[in-house]
């Protein structure tokens, strides 16, 4: 395994999270479809706890608005966005199978399975000759444990020596995969003979696939509409709504939970790559002349491992560590409102339990940047499966707001009385109404506003043709008159004029941090995945308590009758006080292994009465990864669980205060 995949035993976590059902493919019992998935009774209260995380450090201590919008999408609306033209990844086609692939997971996964047999080779020979040779490979263990894992997308590790300069190649490749563009895929498809890894069979030229799910709204069929693809959609059209619910402060932020669906082309991975995922977004709003952030100052010193795109474009992928504060000097980060996200989303992931070592923040290449951002930065995680991005965080600009305001004719911009009259020069367009009406006819109201609405560039440009040629010409997208159109002189005035603004007008800029949960929830799932030193056999996932599906067991020394009575009593006292608490008392299996299959569940603590309990009304109190046990009244142990589940204490401090207890229970 490479140095940029997580090394663990994947096939024993697969078996864990199966047999505990995390999560599992959804119509299982039928013949079930790639890319779906159903969250079990601890996947899905484990992201409920990231989610009610997330609000907690996002909504309510930023003050945001949180909405819930609609999942099904007019068309129009995704088309005035921009997803039905460019929201599309790069395909390619087994020319025998007839195998879909994703062009760029392609490339990537044969490109890194001949880098890691090209370790493997080094390695062998290294051994052979008794020398010490640095790889990036697993060791030889770990080799053995890889080859009974499933296929791997690019195909299993072959040993076989590579040239240095080819493999230097390869890493300049992977370094920056996300730049290339379709013909750039075909070209490297092409140049390293890549293959379909399943079949060996050669694959077609990449081509474009759209990846939204398309339906119909109502009986008629006339009106298309899509599953949405993202949340932001709902919140920009509800932005003048915002805005007043917000008495027009600015700078204000939405808030939105909720699914998302995307029809991948080759889903894979479990949840790192599905169809249908929980998203969790914000659009926060801000002035564009006014960048800075009020709290900026609590995240500057904040050290973020950061992957600019200069550096990935050198054909490098080890992250440079560097503070916010300094990056926005730097404009490596562009803003102060960017920067200060990018702090929060770090702070998040720490609290939910990321590996910080296992954490980097890459900025996003030209080719891959989306269709409506200026910069973005992805926060990726480390899994066994590479570098998965997690949470994007990107400023749209005022795109999103502008199309759609040009599109509807509805204002989305904010008024802000000036303290002192603003007088400047700007060139101004005025139609001339008795020409540029009867000429252009329907189009004359939407050609009226791409002019009036033009930076004054664009305008210029406009002008400088009239001058030169006597016509300009005037292209049209995205509104209910697409086309091109001729303009002459006599159908518009273009001049300088001196204007005095009492009130300034604008479209606001949008830095967006948007999450899949579902990835975080399986990063997690992966980071928090250990054996005991003793036992091999004993997997244990140390989930943080805030985040733990279940965060105390209840369970009885044994299946005596009279320890029916306080079983119940210790577990309604903790969920009164808000402590999901889960009973395991079946008899047939010893205390040991009901410990043991708790802690696959992650749960990290356990009360146990037993028979003392019924002398004194003590019970012992476990704690998951050390193992180690205290004893106390029903009273005190319950205040002490709710006290380390909300992180008000921690468990050296309880031990500091308690006595141990000798137990043989493990």
Same mark, same amino acid.
């Given at each position: 395994?490479?140095?940029?995949?997580?090394?663990?035993?994947?096939?024993?976590?697969?078996?864990?999270?199966?047999?505990? !059902?995390?999560?599992?493919?959804?119509?299982?019992? +039928?013949?079930?479809v790639a890319g779906l998935f159903d969250l079990g009774p601890t996947g899905n209260a484990l992201q409920q706890n990231l989610i009610a995380l997330w609000r907690q450090h996002f909504v309510i201590e930023e003050d945001m608005?949180?909405?819930?919008?609609?999942?099904?999408? =007019?068309?129009?609306?995704?088309?005035?966005?921009?997803? &039905?033209?460019? @929201?599309? $990844?790069?395909?390619?086609?087994?020319?025998?199978?007839?195998?879909?692939?994703?062009?760029?997971? %392609?490339?990537?996964?044969?490109?890194?399975?001949? %880098?890691?047999?090209?370790?493997?080779?080094?390695?062998?020979?290294?051994?052979?000759?008794?020398?010490?040779?640095?790889?990036?490979?697993?060791?030889?263990?770990?080799?053995?444990?890889?080859?009974?894992?499933?296929?791997?997308?690019?195909?299993?590790?072959?040993?076989?020596?590579?040239? *240095?300069?080819?493999?230097?190649?390869?890493?300049?490749?992977?370094?920056?995969?996300?730049?290339?563009?379709?013909?750039?895929?075909?070209?490297?498809?092409?140049? +390293? $003979?890549?293959?379909?890894?399943?079949?060996?069979?050669?694959?077609?030229?990449?081509?474009?696939?759209?990846?939204?799910?398309?339906?119909?709204?109502?009986?008629?069929?006339?009106?298309?509409?899509?599953?949405?693809?993202?949340?932001?959609?709902?919140?920009? &059209?509800? !932005?003048?709504?915002? %805005?007043?619910?917000?008495?027009?402060?600015?700078? #204000?932020?939405?808030?939105?939970?909720?699914?998302? #669906?995307?029809?991948?082309?080759? =889903?894979?991975?479990?949840?790192?790559?599905?169809?249908?995922?929980?998203?969790?977004?914000?659009?926060? +709003?801000?002035?564009?002349?006014?960048?800075?952030?009020?709290?900026?100052?609590? &995240?500057?010193?904040?050290?973020?491992?950061?992957?600019?795109?200069?550096?990935?474009?050198?054909?490098?992928?080890?992250?440079?560590?560097?503070?916010?504060?300094?990056?926005?000097?730097?404009?490596?980060?562009?803003?102060?409102?960017?920067?200060? @996200?990018?702090?929060?989303?770090?702070? +998040?992931?720490?609290?939910?339990?990321?590996?910080?070592?296992l954490l980097r923040f890459r900025q996003h290449l030209q080719n891959e940047m989306a269709h409506y951002a200026c910069d973005c930065w992805d926060a990726e995680i480390k899994t066994s499966y590479g570098w998965i991005e997690?949470?994007?965080?990107? *400023?749209?600009?005022?795109? $999103?707001?502008?199309?759609?305001?040009?599109?509807?004719?509805?204002?989305?911009?904010?008024?802000?009385?000036?303290?002192? =009259?603003?007088?400047?020069?700007?060139?101004?367009?005025?139609?001339?109404?008795?020409?540029?009406?009867?000429?252009?006819?329907?189009?004359?109201?939407?050609?009226?506003?791409?002019?009036?609405?033009?930076?004054?560039?664009?305008?210029?440009?406009?002008?400088?043709?009239?001058?030169?040629?006597?016509?300009?010409?005037?292209?049209?997208?995205?509104?209910?008159? *697409?086309?091109?159109?001729?303009?002459?002189?006599?159908?518009?005035?273009?001049?300088?004029?001196?204007?005095?603004?009492?009130?300034?007008?604008?479209?606001?800029?949008?830095?967006? =941090?948007?999450?899949?949960?579902?990835?975080?929830?399986?990063?997690?799932?992966?980071?928090? !995945?250990?054996?005991?030193?003793?036992?091999?056999?004993?997997?244990? %996932?140390? @989930?943080?308590?805030?985040?733990?599906? #279940?965060?105390?067991?209840?369970?009885?020394?044994?299946?005596?009758?009279?320890?029916?009575?306080?079983?119940?009593?210790?577990?309604?006292?903790?969920?009164?006080?808000?402590?999901?608490?889960?009973?395991?008392?079946?008899?047939?299996?010893?205390?040991?292994?009901?410990?043991?299959?708790?802690?696959?569940?992650?749960?990290? !603590?356990?009360?146990?009465?037993?028979?003392?309990?019924?002398?004194?009304?003590?019970?012992?109190?476990?704690?998951? $990864?050390?193992?180690?046990?205290?004893?106390?009244?029903?009273?005190?142990?319950? &205040?002490i669980v709710k006290d380390l589940v909300s992180d008000s204490i921690t468990w050296d401090s309880v031990l500091a205060s308690h006595k141990l207890v000798n137990t043989s229970s493990e």
């Open positions: 395994m490479t140095d940029s995949k997580l090394n663990i035993d994947r096939t024993a976590l697969e078996q864990l999270v199966n047999k505990r !059902f995390f999560y599992a493919p959804s119509y299982g019992i +039928y013949e079930n608005l949180e909405v819930d919008c609609s999942v099904m999408t =007019p068309a129009q609306v995704l088309k005035t966005s921009g997803h &039905v033209d460019k @929201f599309a $990844d790069w395909m390619c086609k087994d020319t025998k199978t007839g195998d879909i692939l994703r062009a760029d997971h %392609l490339v990537e996964g044969v490109l890194e399975a001949r %880098l890691e047999g090209d370790a493997l080779a080094r390695q062998m020979a290294g051994i052979a000759i008794g020398s010490a040779v640095a790889v990036e490979s697993a060791s030889g263990d770990d080799a053995k444990k890889d080859s009974k894992k499933k296929k791997k997308k690019g195909g299993p590790a072959v040993a076989a020596k590579l040239d *240095d300069a080819v493999a230097d190649e390869y890493r300049n490749v992977l370094a920056q995969i996300d730049n290339y563009d379709g013909a750039g895929l075909a070209e490297l498809i092409i140049k +390293y $003979d890549v293959r379909n890894p399943d079949s060996g069979n050669d694959v077609s030229s990449p081509v474009e696939f759209n990846l939204m799910f398309e339906s119909n709204i109502g009986p008629t069929g006339q009106l298309k509409g899509y599953l949405r693809p993202e949340t932001a959609q709902g919140q920009f &059209v509800n !932005f003048s709504r915002l %805005l007043e619910f917000n008495n027009q402060k600015m700078p #204000f932020a939405s808030a939105m939970v909720g699914r998302s #669906f995307r029809n991948e082309i080759s =889903p894979r991975s479990g949840l790192l790559r599905v169809r249908e995922f929980t998203m969790a977004e914000v659009e926060h +709003y801000v002035d564009p002349l006014k960048k800075q952030h009020p709290r900026f100052s609590e &995240v500057a010193d904040t050290t973020l491992p950061l992957l600019p795109a200069s550096v990935q474009l050198e054909g490098k992928s080890q992250p440079i560590a560097m503070s916010i504060g300094d990056a926005v000097e730097k404009k490596i980060i562009d803003n102060e409102t960017l920067g200060y @996200f990018l702090g929060r989303i770090h702070s +998040y992931l720490m609290a939910v339990g990321i590996k910080p070592e997690c949470v994007g965080c990107a *400023d749209r600009s005022a795109y $999103d707001l502008t199309v759609h305001s040009n599109y509807t004719g509805e204002k989305l911009c904010v008024r802000e009385t000036l303290p002192e =009259p603003l007088v400047y020069e700007k060139l101004i367009c005025e139609p001339n109404s008795r020409v540029f009406g009867p000429k252009l006819k329907k189009a004359a109201k939407p050609v009226q506003n791409y002019l009036q609405t033009l930076s004054e560039s664009g305008l210029s440009a406009v002008k400088a043709a009239l001058d030169k040629d006597g016509k300009a010409v005037v292209s049209l997208r995205n509104t209910t008159a *697409d086309g091109q159109y001729e303009i002459t002189p006599d159908m518009v005035c273009i001049e300088n004029k001196t204007i005095t603004e009492h009130v300034r007008e604008y479209t606001p800029n949008v830095i967006e =941090p948007s999450f899949g949960m579902g990835r975080i929830l399986y990063s997690l799932i992966e980071h928090s !995945f250990n054996v005991r030193a003793d036992d091999e056999q004993r997997a244990v %996932l140390s @989930f943080r308590p805030v985040v733990a599906p #279940f965060k105390c067991l209840v369970l009885p020394l044994s299946g005596h009758p009279s320890f029916a009575k306080p079983l119940l009593a210790v577990a309604r006292q903790l969920r009164s006080m808000g402590v999901p608490a889960r009973i395991d008392d079946a008899a047939s299996a010893s205390i040991g292994k009901r410990y043991a299959r708790n802690d696959e569940l992650g749960t990290p !603590f356990a009360i146990t009465v037993d028979f003392q309990t019924a002398d004194d009304s003590s019970v012992t109190l476990r704690e998951r $990864d050390t193992t180690k046990q205290i004893r106390g009244s029903i009273d005190d142990i319950v &205040v």
